[in-house]
């Protein structure tokens, strides 16, 4: 009769690859990953079948922790500008606070190891997040730019805004708020 699996082992391998992969890239090597949680390589594998796999299911836990997030006080009866600035403030917060979950999830949405269905499975996660986008994307279409251009400008807007609030941390509150207004004034 086989062992039951360890949900502490299987956590602790996806903290490990989280570090690995913010500091070595996706290309990092299992065994790396394995000694860094504190088991042997093949420990790795009965919990993974495969490294994609182990990526796949990081990306998916990532996502679940950021749309959580998200989902925790949205105001779905709030304008379009309160959702916007909701998805805004609490996204940017949570990539201040983890910038290396930040780091990996980027890394791993813009691979290819990413399966159909991992990325279904995030699509489906997204909720409120697609309602509060829905109409930012409706804006940014009516000026003939593409489908998800209005994300990419967030996450490009975002990064500059962390990269200076990490520069003036005492004015963290303001620097969101200005960006934020910035990101609005630009769908306009």
Known sequence: MARPLSPEKRSA???????????????????????????????????????????????????????????????????????????WSVSLDWAIAYPEKRSVSMRLNLSEVLTEETRAKSAAMRGEVDSALAGVEERIAAKGLPKGFASSMMGAMQDAAMEYIAKKPRQRESLKEKTFDLFWRALQ
Do not use: C, M
């Not at 989280?18 to 860094?36: N, P, W």
């Not at 042997?40 to 079948?49: I, P, S, V």
């Not at 495969?50 to 009866?77: D, M």
């Open 13 to 87: 391998l996806l903290q490990a690859a989280i570090h690995e992969i913010a500091a070595a890239g996706l290309s990092v090597s299992t065994s790396r990953i394995a000694k860094r949680a504190g088991v042997a390589e093949g420990t790795l594998y009965t919990y993974f079948a495969t490294k994609e796999q182990l990526l796949n299911e990081l990306y998916l836990e990532l996502k679940a922790e950021i749309y959580g997030v998200i989902h925790k006080g949205f105001p779905v009866k709030g304008s379009l500008r309160d959702r916007a600035w909701h998805v």
